[in-house]
């Protein structure tokens, strides 16, 4: 024997049993000593499970004694959320009804003074010669000038168109028909 040998042998035994433990150790993680039988295991097991049922049961106990009160404080907190929301809506309609009366205002005086400024303009158009008159009309707007020649009487009217340029005064004409003819389907 050599003299390796000589040491190794009163270790055989200890180095054969960790030989044999080693597999097994590194199959689960555990060390060989850390290991129960089986039967430990299985008790352990059905100790774990007891122990949780009990915390199980008690957990659904609490939801199903606080899952009524839950959905109710979740359905008021909703019900508050909606009332404060149909007041910003309600607040957003008032605002909204308040521009459109103002809006309706305005218009309102608009068309009074368009309506009096209309009539003042006819009887100073009535007024002027045809070539001055074709002059202002030809710089205005297409419907302010076609309102104005629609309010003159047919000569007036007519005498004016004579002096404008020819596209324009058919323009103006085009716009007089379609209006008389909208007159006279309503």
């Known amino acids: 024997m050599s003299f390796a040998t000589s040491l190794l042998k009163p ?3 200890v180095l054969l049993a960790l030989l044999v433990a080693a597999p097994s150790a590194a199959q689960d993680g555990r060390a060989p ?3 129960k039988p089986k039967a430990a ?3 352990q097991a059905t100790d774990k499970s007891a122990a949780e049922a009990p915390v199980d049961a008690d957990a ?3 939801c199903a004694t606080v899952a009524p009160s839950i959905a109710e404080a979740r359905i008021a907190w909703q019900m508050k959320r909606l009332a404060e929301l149909d007041a910003q809506v ?4 008032a605002d ?3 521009a459109e009366g103002a809006a309706r205002d305005w218009i309102a005086k608009r068309d009074t003074l368009m309506a009096a400024a209309s009539d003042n303009l006819v009887s100073i158009f009535t007024k002027m010669q045809a070539e001055a008159a074709a002059k202002q009309l030809s710089v205005m707007d297409d419907r302010m000038a076609a309102a104005i020649l629609g309010k003159l009487k047919p ?3 007519g005498a004016i168109l004579g002096e404008m340029e020819a596209e324009r005064a058919s323009r103006l004409v085009g716009m007089l028909s379609a209006a008389d003819a909208a007159g006279r389907k309503s």
């Open 155 to 157: 000569n007036a009217a």
């Open 41 to 43: 295991a299985e008790k």
């Open 90 to 93: 309600r607040q957003r309609i």
């Open 96 to 98: 909204l009804e308040k």
């Open 11 to 13: 270790f055989a035994g």
């Open 60 to 62: 659904a106990h609490f």
């Open 33 to 35: 000593e850390t290991r």
